[in-house]
């Protein structure tokens, strides 16, 4: 089911907040409660936000939300930073892709005639990629996460190292206060790892409300990175972390 505008512009508030009132959502888009409470109930079936008394709130997980729930937050701040991004590509470059919705925009900001070698597990990104025939396209074995729209595993990691990327594109699902970039599952830390090893410039796209965000498997210092691509809500800490860390940082 797809969501309308004001339920998109709802998500990505609640993003920045975590909880909201129906009186706060009807004043913020001038519509009544009940048409705010049917655009909760909407939201709540499908998982993207829990009903409380008088309002919702985000939901509790033990992991990330799926593929399709991450798609629809964020997204004009998502295309900005993918858009900026794939302004850093050269011609003639073999890049990675790593797995995850921002990323996924990578690949469709990507010019169509730009001669590029890529090498993903996105299951997304591919299917952009695809129409895209000026790329040449890799795509990694591995065992398929139908929620994520990726293929992960020790296939996945073996095909990787094959390659020697001039770009590792990538995302994180937080980064800690003192720079520590962090994952939700260990097989997506691992693959991250590799993206890093096997690259020489290493591009992380990422909007700022990754930052303070609980996740619990490490993946790398920021130290790790080249260039941090993020909004431009990024906080002054964000910013003063990339500056000490020797990271070029990108306001989209």
């Known amino acids: 089911m797809g969501l309308n505008r004001r339920q998109r512009d709802i998500l990505d508030w609640l993003h920045e907040v975590d909880r909201l009132t129906t009186e706060q959502l009807a004043d913020r888009f001038n519509v009544s409660s009940q048409t705010i409470r049917r655009d909760i109930n909407d939201l709540d079936e499908q998982g993207l936000v829990r009903r409380v008394h008088g309002g919702l709130s985000l939901p509790t997980h033990q992991h990330n939300q799926s593929f399709l729930q991450r798609s629809n937050v964020q997204v004009e701040r998502k295309r900005r930073i993918a858009q900026a991004a794939a302004g850093l ?15 996924a925009e990578f690949a469709r900001a990507l010019p169509p005639d730009r001669p ?96 303070l965000r609980e996740a619990p498997c ?27 860390a020797g990271v070029e940082m990108h306001l989209c």
């Not at 590509?89 to 990323?103: K, R, S």
């Not at 790892?193 to 690259?199: E, I, K, M, R």
């Not at 490490?218 to 080249?226: G, I, T, Y």
Request: overall charge negative; hydrophobic content about 45%.
């Open 89 to 103: 590509m050269q011609d003639d470059a073999t890049v990675f892709l790593g797995y995850g919705t921002t990323v």
């Open 116 to 211: 590029l070698r890529v090498v993903t597990n996105n299951m997304d990104a591919v299917r952009v990629l695809a129409d895209k025939p000026g790329i040449e396209t890799w795509v990694t074995g591995g065992r398929l996460r139908p929620a994520d729209r990726d293929v992960m595993g020790s296939a996945t990691l073996d095909f990787l190292r094959k390659f020697r990327a001039h770009f590792a594109v990538f995302g994180v699902g937080a980064v800690s206060a003192d720079g520590t970039l962090y994952e939700f599952q260990p097989d997506e830390a691992e693959l991250s790892q590799v993206l890093l090893t096997h690259s020489h410039r290493r591009l992380l796209l990422a909007d700022s409300g990754k930052f």
């Open 218 to 244: 490490r993946v790398a210092s920021l130290e790790q990175v080249d260039h941090f691509f993020t909004d431009a809500d990024a906080p002054a800490d964000l910013q003063a972390l990339c500056e000490r």
